[in-house]
């Protein structure tokens, strides 16, 4: 389903798993990252640098070992699964890789939408 604007609202999931999907900050970076590479492969390697760089916010190539392997190892033994299961993104366990799904498009952009929609109110810890 696209709206006026041109952005797809429908999500093909049920509600209670898109909420899952996006519960969590590193399954929401999942869902952004490979909405960003289009219909091409993506590692899991490559998007664990992507978000421990954003967690630690550096730059990429500044990531340390420690930092992408804690990444890394949260995504592979659960966030990558959950995401696959509920079909917001296909994850090959074998070779570690994450492709969209019909799904993912239209997750990223709510996530987007919310993401820019959100502010913290003044005097907010």
């Given at each position: 389903?696209?709206?006026s604007d041109g952005i797809a609202h429908g999500i093909p999931l049920d509600p209670d798993d898109v909420f899952q999907a996006v519960s969590n900050s590193r399954r929401r970076q999942v869902i952004l990252s490979v909405d960003r590479s289009?219909?091409?492969?993506i590692s899991a390697g490559d998007v664990a640098v992507e978000i421990a760089a954003q967690e630690n916010i550096v730059d990429p190539s500044q990531v340390t070992s420690e930092q992408r392997t804690r990444v890394y190892i949260s995504l592979i033994q659960g966030h990558l699964d959950?995401?696959?299961e509920i079909g917001a993104v296909d994850y090959d366990d074998r070779s570690k890789t994450i492709q969209p799904t019909a799904a993912t498009e239209p997750l990223a952009d709510h996530i987007?939408?919310?993401t820019t929609a959100c502010y913290k109110p003044d005097?907010?810890?």
């Open positions: 389903m696209t709206g289009g219909d091409t492969t959950t995401l696959d987007r939408r919310i005097g907010d810890a």
